[in-house]
């Protein structure tokens, strides 16, 4: 591989992980629930999208306008059932941190052993516009840089929302200060379920672009998770465009040592970046300390 | 508070237990070995995360890391000799995570202690297959289960009694205020990363143990079954279906939760995930504080109706 193919290859990869760490900021950032169950959620939606591209007269980016609104029902709910009555329970934001940490620690299994049942334990992939295109001197696989163009759209849109709407605006403040957010006429509370379903929807997103040109496995969401939270810490704690770059740096690292390494040691890379930040930046590279 | 006849009877119930091999058949010993695993496990992970409330997800990262070193060494050293590179690789390991996380906010810890046994999965993993050259071990041991079974026994006295006197002393006391307001124990002059890395190093390292002593159970053992996160999952939920906060909490869950456990892996060995993940969360949101929490919680109310006036209930919420 030449330098500009592992680079393509790298920011396609760091396209998708800046996608879904984007959700995971919004859930942590504003509904201030760390989600250990999100890498299986992306994991749920690349299985689905492999069941809808599979109906006849589908493909995969039809079936983002089903998994993306799913995934966003599907976060709403599990916001509204299973983390909204420990947050109205908990006494203060440790025992939240504690109780939010167990709770989507056992619903990971659930959701686990659920795609074990429908699907097995085996890797599952389909092709989809598996056609090379030429790019900057080098080949490309089309659905690996429609993959990087949708990572990137879909993450300036949610910036766009966020950040130019009155009601994006809302959510960052809920983000700085849940409590003085409340004085000015914000109800957190569903700001909180909207930022969590919108992060799982994001998630929902990554799912699908990754099964148009990754394998997965039922039993894979914990490296997701890994990852997300990892780019998220890098990035620093509910900001979009930290966990942008933060995310497309962990992709070019994540294949120049699978290219030039060894294939078998990007968690160890992975590992090694977050030892970095937590040692040198624990606030995150671009974040300011606000904890 | 334990008098001189609960030690007694406490002795007893560990004499019995120790005598049980003479009796059961080898189905008997497998099991009582795996409940004894668990009790212990459970006990060792409390013994961090009970009073700091620092969730660590990573008892199986440890537990793999026993049982591989075993695999690895066990025919060219003494087994005592391979029980001490076990504990000393797990006590590194456990100094590396704890150094770099726990003079952080809490939630780092949990995140580092999440992907660590995938993280030496992988490298283990990796080695073998690049280094070795072999991916899996065989592993033949010339002495029986209820030899394995004695060791884990005597682990699990060891873990408790250290459960006890951390309790009973001046360290338990640190402990309680760490996990109770971590901002006031350090204006206290408490080192409180220091006394947390202590802690979470001792855990760890029993943990190791218990991985390193089950090992020849298996004969065969490759990274997917030493490191699989289903070990981490019970032994977080039976120690907080006890009460992480006490010393005999996780040893109240582990006993039905493992006896559980065979059952429904018996009998729905594709749902039990999704059986245990439900139950885990209905823990989480009926009993906070475990099953003695839970009693302790209502005999003291009880108890506050029956003597009204001088009473106090500073004894709820004590755990989380």
């Given at each position: 591989m030449t330098l500009t193919t592992t680079l393509i290859a790298g920011l396609v990869l760091g396209g998708t992980y800046a996608l879904v760490a984007m959700g995971l900021t919004l859930q942590y950032g504003i509904a201030r629930i760390m989600n250990l169950a999100y890498g299986d959620m992306i994991i749920t939606a690349a299985f689905a999208a492999f069941v809808v591209q599979a109906l006849p007269s589908m493909n995969p980016l039809i079936g983002l306008a089903i998994v993306v609104p799913g995934g966003f029902v599907f976060g709403y709910l599990v916001y509204v059932f299973l983390l909204s009555p420990l947050v109205k329970r908990a006494p203060d934001k440790a025992t939240l941190e504690v109780d939010s940490i167990l709770t989507t620690f056992g619903l990971l299994f659930v959701i686990q052993g659920v795609l074990l049942v429908l699907f097995g334990s085996?890797?599952?992939?389909?092709?989809?516009?598996?056609?090379?295109?030429?790019?900057?001197?080098?080949?490309?696989?089309?659905?690996?840089?429609?993959?990087l163009v949708?990572?990137?759209?879909?993450?300036?849109?949610?910036?766009?929302?966020?950040?130019?709407?009155?009601?994006?605006?809302?959510?960052?403040?809920?983000?700085?200060?849940?409590?003085?957010?409340?004085?000015?006429?914000?109800?957190?509370?569903?700001?909180?379920?909207?930022?969590?379903?919108?992060?799982?929807?994001?998630?929902?997103?990554?799912?699908?672009?990754?099964?148009?040109?990754?394998?997965?496995?039922a039993t894979g969401g914990v490296v997701f998770t890994m990852k997300a939270l990892i780019v998220v810490i890098m990035g620093g704690v509910g900001?979009?465009?930290g966990a942008l770059t933060a995310g497309l740096v962990l992709g070019i690292v994540e294949t120049t040592v699978s290219t030039y390494v060894d294939p078998g040691l990007t968690l160890a890379a992975t590992y090694t970046i977050f030892l970095v930040v937590l040692l040198w930046r624990p606030e995150g590279l671009f974040g300011r300390r606000v904890r | 508070m334990?008098?001189?006849?609960?030690?007694?009877?406490?002795?007893?119930?560990?004499?019995?237990?120790?005598?049980?091999?003479?009796?059961?058949?080898?189905?008997?010993?497998?099991?009582?070995?795996?409940?004894?695993?668990?009790?212990?496990?459970?006990?060792?992970?409390?013994l961090f995360s009970g009073p700091t409330r620092y969730v660590s997800l990573a008892t199986v990262a440890f537990f793999g890391i026993g049982a591989y070193t075993v695999a690895v060494l066990y025919e060219t050293l003494p087994s005592w000799l391979v029980l001490v590179v076990a504990a000393l690789i797990g006590l590194?390991?456990?100094?590396?995570?704890?150094?770099?996380?726990?003079?952080?906010?809490?939630?780092?810890?949990v995140i580092?202690?999440?992907?660590?046994?995938?993280?030496?999965?992988?490298?283990?993993?990796?080695?073998?297959?690049?280094?070795?050259?072999?991916?899996?071990?065989?592993?033949?041991?010339?002495?029986?289960?209820?030899?394995?079974?004695?060791?884990?026994?005597?682990?699990c006295a060891v873990t408790l009694a250290i459960g006890y006197f951390i309790k009973r002393s001046r360290w338990g006391l640190a402990l309680k205020m760490i996990g109770d307001d971590e901002v006031v124990a350090e204006h206290c002059g408490l080192p409180t990363a220091r006394v947390k890395l202590a802690l979470f190093a001792a855990s760890s390292v029993i943990i190791t143990l218990v991985g390193a002593i089950q090992a020849p159970r298996w004969t065969y053992i490759e990274p997917t079954i030493v490191f699989n996160p289903t070990i981490s999952f019970l032994t977080l939920i039976m120690a907080l279906l006890g009460?992480?906060?006490?010393?005999?909490?996780?040893?109240?869950?582990?006993?039905?939760?493992?006896?559980?456990?065979?059952?429904?892996?018996?009998?729905?060995?594709?749902?039990?995930?999704?059986?245990?993940?439900?139950?885990?969360?209905?823990?989480?949101?009926?009993?906070?504080?475990?099953?003695?929490?839970?009693?302790?919680?209502?005999?003291?109310?009880?108890?506050?109706?029956?003597?009204?006036?001088?009473?106090?209930?500073?004894?709820?919420?004590?755990?989380?």
């Amino acid at each position: 591989m030449t330098l500009t193919t592992t680079l393509i290859a790298g920011l396609v990869l760091g396209g998708t992980y800046a996608l879904v760490a984007m959700g995971l900021t919004l859930q942590y950032g504003i509904a201030r629930i760390m989600n250990l169950a999100y890498g299986d959620m992306i994991i749920t939606a690349a299985f689905a999208a492999f069941v809808v591209q599979a109906l006849p007269s589908m493909n995969p980016l039809i079936g983002l306008a089903i998994v993306v609104p799913g995934g966003f029902v599907f976060g709403y709910l599990v916001y509204v059932f299973l983390l909204s009555p420990l947050v109205k329970r908990a006494p203060d934001k440790a025992t939240l941190e504690v109780d939010s940490i167990l709770t989507t620690f056992g619903l990971l299994f659930v959701i686990q052993g659920v795609l074990l049942v429908l699907f097995g334990s085996n890797y599952t992939s389909y092709t989809f516009l598996n056609v090379p295109v030429s790019i900057f001197g080098t080949t490309v696989a089309a659905n690996r840089l429609i993959a990087l163009v949708l990572a990137l759209t879909f993450g300036l849109l949610f910036y766009a929302l966020l950040t130019r709407t009155r009601w994006g605006t809302a959510l960052r403040a809920v983000a700085v200060s849940p409590q003085s957010a409340q004085l000015v006429g914000i109800n957190t509370d569903r700001a909180a379920a909207v930022a969590f379903a919108m992060g799982t929807a994001l998630a929902a997103a990554g799912g699908t672009v990754i099964s148009m040109y990754q394998t997965f496995t039922a039993t894979g969401g914990v490296v997701f998770t890994m990852k997300a939270l990892i780019v998220v810490i890098m990035g620093g704690v509910g900001n979009l465009l930290g966990a942008l770059t933060a995310g497309l740096v962990l992709g070019i690292v994540e294949t120049t040592v699978s290219t030039y390494v060894d294939p078998g040691l990007t968690l160890a890379a992975t590992y090694t970046i977050f030892l970095v930040v937590l040692l040198w930046r624990p606030e995150g590279l671009f974040g300011r300390r606000v904890r | 508070m334990i008098t001189a006849f609960s030690f007694a009877a406490l002795a007893a119930v560990f004499a019995a237990l120790a005598a049980a091999p003479f009796f059961l058949g080898t189905y008997g010993i497998g099991f009582l070995l795996g409940l004894v695993g668990y009790v212990t496990l459970a006990s060792a992970w409390a013994l961090f995360s009970g009073p700091t409330r620092y969730v660590s997800l990573a008892t199986v990262a440890f537990f793999g890391i026993g049982a591989y070193t075993v695999a690895v060494l066990y025919e060219t050293l003494p087994s005592w000799l391979v029980l001490v590179v076990a504990a000393l690789i797990g006590l590194f390991v456990a100094l590396l995570v704890g150094l770099s996380t726990l003079r952080l906010a809490g939630v780092y810890f949990v995140i580092f202690t999440f992907g660590l046994a995938e993280l030496i999965r992988q490298l283990v993993t990796w080695y073998e297959v690049n280094v070795t050259g072999t991916l899996g071990r065989y592993l033949f041991v010339d002495y029986g289960p209820e030899v394995v079974y004695w060791k884990l026994l005597a682990l699990c006295a060891v873990t408790l009694a250290i459960g006890y006197f951390i309790k009973r002393s001046r360290w338990g006391l640190a402990l309680k205020m760490i996990g109770d307001d971590e901002v006031v124990a350090e204006h206290c002059g408490l080192p409180t990363a220091r006394v947390k890395l202590a802690l979470f190093a001792a855990s760890s390292v029993i943990i190791t143990l218990v991985g390193a002593i089950q090992a020849p159970r298996w004969t065969y053992i490759e990274p997917t079954i030493v490191f699989n996160p289903t070990i981490s999952f019970l032994t977080l939920i039976m120690a907080l279906l006890g009460g992480a906060g006490r010393l005999w909490g996780p040893v109240v869950g582990a006993v039905p939760l493992f006896l559980l456990f065979e059952w429904l892996s018996a009998n729905f060995p594709d749902h039990y995930s999704i059986i245990l993940g439900l139950l885990f969360i209905a823990i989480v949101f009926v009993l906070p504080n475990g099953v003695l929490g839970f009693f302790e919680e209502h005999w003291n109310r009880l108890r506050a109706r029956g003597s009204a006036g001088r009473t106090e209930l500073s004894q709820d919420r004590e755990a989380g």
